[in-house]
């Protein structure tokens, strides 16, 4: 049985492995090349070499009820979408409460992980770190990988002819800081992803003019949704996941692009793409279309080439440029496992994304390798807590021809809906991921049974956002607090946006509403028996 686990990164995934292994009586040991926790989430001057970048006016694009650590909310008065130095707060939080920093080994690098040599029997793993130009070298019964995937930029400069003889300014969207470095230039951002629109709409408020380049275009997504709730607390839960089931995916999607429609049009805007919403991951911006209207932002397509001082676009328009900004995604390696685990093409072979299938002992875990239509945080916690319980025997993995055959269904069916692209080699569905993980470790929330014991916690739990809370119900790692903070997860949302005082006026719809959700939980019920 493992004790002494090795995990390698101090970001979000990190802090999360570190409680799980306390959790489960093992020994933790983090080590963070850096000089603080955050990984991704910190923000910094200037680049830092391995580690995620971000900058300085970023805000997080999933919200905080879906966002938290399943046995830890995020405070009341916290806003419902979080720029990073509360996310910052809310991580420090965290480590202070379960006192996990005594556990992290910070300004220090893991530069080789390799098989001891009786692996076969122990699973063990001896880890070579360097710290201030020492090294070292430890025994270790199992290892956590929470390096994360934004760390390689991806920087395809040669798929952009020309880009060699451009005497402007070009870099990739990890380099970007704040708008004032484009003070009245004119800019072409590529890519049209979460990082390209919201670049292209910072910087279009300093710039000249800034030009949006894709190849596909994209399905817009707002952060705030109906009524003024996060979008994500509403599209994510359990009723609409049963629903979209029953549904053909083309039903699904037009149901969906109708709606984003009756926003804006986006083929008036130039965004429209040729694929389906649910082919892509989505873009979520809120400012995006207004920035198009009031003529700040220009889309255009791809590029066909650059000259010393233009591009030239596939459409044979031409367009003087004095900065180019590529928001074209990251790659992931992981030189310090000696070739035990293989990335090509942003893909890398892990049973539901975690555990490798070709090692004699499952005792080496992979957190956050993964693109969640939703956030990422409860996902990775879910994955060390099962990761956990495997390397202390509790849980077992299945056959190597099981394992492998889930990897196989699980690429065959991304390939199918999905467009071709490197952000699509690690897509997740939230809740059906989740429970996939859940019913491994026996946490999957038993909606029948609560509908008999628990009829008001039920209803919000079919009904309201698919919280992490849901997790910690029962089973391992079960959390008292878990009811309390699902049935008053509504409150929190609202809270911090009541900062005056209005009068509301009572309405019949709630009622109306509760009988139509009553309707459908029988139907829910009758499915699940």
Not at 23 to 36: N, Q, Y
Not at 47 to 56: L, M, Q, T, V
Not at 454 to 474: I, N, S
């Amino acid at each position: 049985m493992a004790r002494r686990v090795a995990i390698i990164g101090g970001g979000s995934s990190g802090l999360c492995a570190i409680k799980a292994c306390l959790d489960e009586g093992l020994e933790p040991v983090c080590f963070e090349r850096s000089g603080d926790i955050g990984g991704l989430w910190r923000f910094e001057e200037k680049p830092e070499e391995g580690r995620a970048s971000i900058y300085r006016s970023v805000i997080i694009n999933t919200s905080k009820e879906m966002m938290c650590f399943s046995d830890f909310p995020i405070p009341d008065d916290f806003p419902n979408y979080m720029h990073h130095s509360k996310i910052m707060e809310y991580f420090r939080m965290y480590a202070r409460r379960f006192d996990l920093l005594r556990h992290i080994r910070f300004r220090t690098s893991v530069r080789r992980v390799a098989k001891c040599s009786d692996f076969t029997t122990t699973g063990r793993w001896e880890v070579e770190t360097e710290s201030e130009g020492k090294q070292e070298s430890a025994t270790f019964d199992a290892v956590l990988v929470c390096t994360g995937h934004h760390t390689d930029a991806h920087l395809p400069l040669h798929t952009f002819p020309g880009i060699e003889k451009f005497k402007g300014r070009y870099l990739h969207s990890r380099d970007y800081k704040e708008p004032q470095e484009f003070m009245d230039k004119r800019v072409v951002v590529i890519g049209i992803g979460n990082s390209g629109s919201d670049l292209a709409v910072e910087i279009s408020q300093t710039a000249k003019q800034v030009l949006l380049s894709t190849r596909r275009g994209a399905w817009i997504l707002n952060r705030v949704g109906q009524q003024g709730y996060p979008i994500d607390t509403i599209l994510t839960t359990r009723m609409k996941s049963f629903l979209q089931h029953l549904m053909t995916s083309s039903m699904a999607s037009d149901y969906a692009e109708k709606q984003l429609n009756m926003r804006f049009d986006h083929a008036n805007y130039g965004l429209k793409p040729n694929h389906r919403i649910l082919d892509q991951h989505p873009t979520v911006n809120d400012d995006l279309p207004n920035r198009i209207i009031s003529g700040r932002v220009r889309v255009k397509p791809n590029i066909k080439q650059f000259t010393e001082t233009s591009a030239i676009f596939e459409d044979g328009t031409k367009e003087d440029i004095d900065a180019v900004v590529f928001a074209t995604g990251y790659s992931f390696s992981f030189p310090f496992l000696e070739g035990y685990v293989k990335v090509v093409e942003n893909q890398v072979s892990l049973y539901k994304y975690v555990f490798p299938v070709d090692l004699e002992k499952p005792t080496l875990a992979f957190i956050g390798y993964i693109q969640p239509l939703g956030a990422i945080m409860p996902i990775s916690e879910m994955q060390c807590r099962w990761a956990t319980r495997v390397f202390k025997g509790l849980n077992k993995l299945p056959p190597r021809h099981i394992m492998e055959a889930d990897i196989k269904y699980k690429r065959e069916e991304m390939a199918k809906r999905y467009v071709t692209s490197r952000r699509h080699t690690i897509q997740v569905d939230y809740i059906p991921y989740m429970d996939e993980l859940a019913c491994q470790l026996g946490v999957k929330p038993n909606l029948p049974l609560l509908f008999l014991t628990d009829p008001k916690l039920a209803l919000e739990v079919l009904l309201g956002p698919c919280t992490p809370y849901q997790y910690r119900l029962h089973g391992p790692g079960a959390w008292q607090g878990a009811r309390e903070a699902i049935l008053t997860q509504q409150q929190r949302i609202v809270q911090p946006l009541q900062t005056r005082h209005v009068e509301k006026h009572t309405s019949t719809m709630p009622l109306l509403l509760k009988l139509a959700g009553a309707l459908a939980v029988f139907a829910v019920i009758f499915t699940y028996l």
